[in-house]
C-alpha cells in the first residue's frame, strides 16, 4: 500500500491540518502495517502557478518545446507520477478565504492532465484515476457546515470532492475541525471530533465506493 501524504498550510508548527495529517497517516499505518509514506510539502516544494509553459505540452505539442516548457512539464510529470502511484492519498487542505491554499490548487492543477487522471469521450469526460482513496484533513477558523449560508460560502471540501470525483475517485473522505479560531473550547472540542473521525476513517478499507459527507 502506497500513501502520499500532502500538506500545504502555511503556518508551519502552528497548523491544525498539519497536526490532523500526521494524526491521519500514524492512524492509517497502525492499522495498514505494510503502508510505506510518501511526502510532499506543498509550501516548501510548491509547483509553480499553472502557466502556457506548462500547458504547451499537454496540447500534444512535443516537438520544438522551449527550455521552459520542458522544464514545466517535468514538474508535471513527477507529481502526477507520485500521484498515480499512491494508493491512499492525505491531504491537508486549511479554508483560506473560503477555499483552499493556493500552493495546493497549483498542484491540483498539475494533477489535472488529459489523458492521465482524466479523458473526454462520446459520453463526457471520464476519470483515469480510479482505486484510491484520499482522506482530506480539513480545517476552518469558523463553523461553516451547520447553516445553509455558511455552506455557501464555502469551497474548500466542496471543491476537493468535485475535482477528485472528476478524476474518477469515488472514496473521498473528511476529516474536519471547524471553529478552531472561535475560543479553546471551540478548538478543543473540533479536535476531538476531528480524533473520532480519524479512527473511523483510518480504521476502514481503502477504495470504498462512497462519497464522504457533504460540507
Do not use: C
Amino acid at each position: 500500500m502506497q500513501l502520499l501524504h500532502v500538506d500545504s498550510a502555511i503556518t508551519g508548527a502552528n497548523s491544525v491540518s498539519r497536526q490532523l495529517t500526521a494524526q491521519i497517516v500514524a492512524a492509517y499505518k497502525a492499522s495498514h502495517p505494510a503502508t510505506e509514506v510518501t511526502y510532499l510539502d506543498l509550501v516548501a516544494n510548491t509547483p509553480a502557478h499553472f502557466t502556457m509553459d506548462a500547458m504547451t505540452p499537454r496540447t500534444g505539442q512535443t516537438e520544438g518545446l522551449s527550455e521552459a516548457q520542458k522544464r514545466e512539464n517535468a514538474v508535471s510529470e513527477q507529481l502526477v507520477s507520485q500521484f498515480l502511484a499512491a494508493d491512499v492519498v492525505v491531504i491537508g487542505a486549511p479554508l483560506y478565504n473560503f477555499s483552499i491554499p493556493t500552493q495546493l490548487k497549483a498542484w491540483i492543477d498539475r494533477l489535472a492532465q488529459p489523458g492521465r487522471t482524466f479523458q473526454y469521450t462520446a459520453n463526457g469526460p471520464e476519470g483515469l484515476a480510479k482505486g484510491k482513496t484520499v482522506i482530506v484533513a480539513s480545517t476552518r477558523g469558523g463553523v461553516y457546515s451547520t447553516s445553509e449560508g455558511g455552506q455557501a460560502m464555502e469551497h474548500q471540501e466542496s471543491y476537493l470532492k468535485v475535482v477528485f470525483g472528476f478524476f474518477g475517485i469515488t472514496d473521498v473522505r473528511f476529516v474536519r475541525a471547524e471553529g478552531v479560531a472561535m475560543g479553546s473550547d471551540a478548538k478543543a472540542a473540533a479536535l476531538a471530533s476531528a480524533e473520532v473521525e480519524i479512527t473511523n476513517h483510518t480504521g476502514a478499507a481503502a477504495n470504498q465506493a462512497s462519497v464522504a459527507q457533504a460540507a
